[in-house]
């Protein structure tokens, strides 16, 4: 037992000099180096949320890239927020120009960039949509500390948080047959103006038509499907570059023979 009691402090003492030869430069997302260029193999999907850091290596600024695929005809929102103190201290009244968050092709050319969040904190956020038929499976986005960042001194302890949401709102029903007429009615209650495109599917999910414009800020739009797609019926999907939750509405089917109407919310993904 003696033996024991003496032994232990000496082994704590042993592993507590040799566990900093343990700490690595670079954070659990990218052990081997790989999510600092196209190689990554960590993807952001709808609903995603992950916390990184741009501790850098041996000198490096840290890049952190995610892959990011996109699916037809959608919108998407990311965030970059949680910045810690040393990501994000700047002085009152400074741009906060403390880190950069931006899509980007596979070569790392600039495809889009991100805006304050707000004009009093360092968080960013930038939306995009996929306007065409096909799936986009060669576009990244990709974080970086800015000029008025820590850069090539960032330590463990730069951290943020990393938001993915597809912001597609879906409505399960427009009519345009028989006696009835449908209007959607759009909705923006962002602080900018968000360009949309309203989209037409059939029951048995084809697309029909389109109807595209912007919706000024806390500004609204009454548009006639019938205009869009007449005599016809089915459901709508709006792809949009507010935020999430920003643009909202609905569809509304009118009965004149009886006066009655029928509302159906748009909706988004929920996480």
Request: charged share 15%; net charge negative.
């Amino acid at each position: 037992m003696i033996m024991f009691r003496r032994a232990v402090p000496a082994l704590v003492l042993t592993l507590s000099i040799a566990a900093p030869a343990l700490v690595v430069a670079i954070d659990v997302w990218d052990l081997s180096g790989s999510d600092g260029s196209s190689g990554t193999d960590n993807e952001l999907a709808s609903g995603s949320a992950q916390v990184h850091d741009l501790q850098n290596n041996a000198g490096v600024a840290d890049q952190d890239w995610f892959l990011v695929g996109q699916h037809p005809y959608s919108s998407y929102e990311v965030i970059v927020d949680g910045l810690t103190e040393e990501v994000a201290s700047i002085p009152v009244g400074e741009p906060n120009d403390a880190i950069r968050l931006d899509r980007v092709d596979a070569g790392g050319g600039i495809l889009g960039t991100a805006t304050g969040i707000s004009a009093i904190g360092a968080g960013r956020t930038m939306r995009f949509r996929n306007s065409t038929a096909s799936d986009i499976i060669n576009q990244y986005i990709r974080v970086q500390s800015a000029v008025d960042g820590c850069t090539t001194v960032c330590t463990s302890n730069a951290e943020y948080r990393i938001q993915m949401r597809e912001t597609t709102l879906m409505a399960p029903r427009f009519n345009n047959t028989g006696t009835q007429t449908t209007v959607l009615i759009l909705q923006n209650g962002g602080p900018a103006s968000a360009s949309y495109s309203a989209r037409y599917w059939s029951s048995a999910g084809v697309l029909l038509a389109s109807t595209s414009g912007t919706l000024l800020s806390r500004g609204a739009a009454v548009i006639s499907t019938a205009s869009a797609v007449p005599g016809q019926s089915g459901t709508i999907t709006v792809d949009h570059l507010g935020r999430y939750g920003e643009v909202t509405g609905k569809a509304v089917a009118l009965e004149p023979a009886t006066g009655f109407s029928f509302d159906t919310p748009l909706v988004p993904k929920v996480y």
